[in-house]
């Protein structure tokens, strides 16, 4: 059983800067990792992902060139730096983990889901 816990959230200008954070109680290496959102109104969208060992990341084209996933497996933690950030960006994020590899986790094949922390992008 894997606990993630996302932190980081909050309210910031279009344009601006937010760096997510999860935070897992197990052994996070042998997980494949991702970042997905869910605006109001909307399906839960993903975001980014990362392989187990950090080397390879993937992004939805909405973000690509704006958020950087990345992992440090040492300190149990997977980060989601956002920059240039947009109104269409404010969602709950959530954190994934899977077993099944990056393409399954990116479609939607988790094994563990976060509570969700708020991104709100004014305009």
């Known amino acids: 059983q894997v606990q993630l816990v996302e932190s980081g959230g909050g309210l910031v200008q279009a344009g601006g800067s937010l760096r997510l954070s999860c935070a897992a109680s197990?052994?996070?290496?042998?997980?494949?990792m991702g970042w997905f959102r869910q605006a109001p109104g909307k399906e839960r969208e993903f975001v980014a992902a990362?392989?187990?060992?950090?080397?390879?990341?993937y992004y939805a084209d909405s973000v690509k060139g704006r958020f950087t996933i990345s992992r440090d497996n040492a300190k149990n933690t997977v980060y989601l730096q956002m920059n240039s950030l947009k109104p269409e960006d404010t969602a709950v994020y959530y954190c994934?983990?899977?077993?099944?590899?990056?393409?399954?986790?990116?479609?939607?094949?988790?094994?563990?889901w976060g509570q969700g922390t708020q991104v709100t992008v004014s305009s």
């Open positions: 197990g052994r996070l290496f042998t997980y494949y």
């Open positions: 990362i392989s187990r060992s950090g080397i390879s990341t």
């Open positions: 994934a983990a899977g077993n099944s590899g990056t393409y399954s986790l990116m479609k939607y094949e988790v094994d563990y």
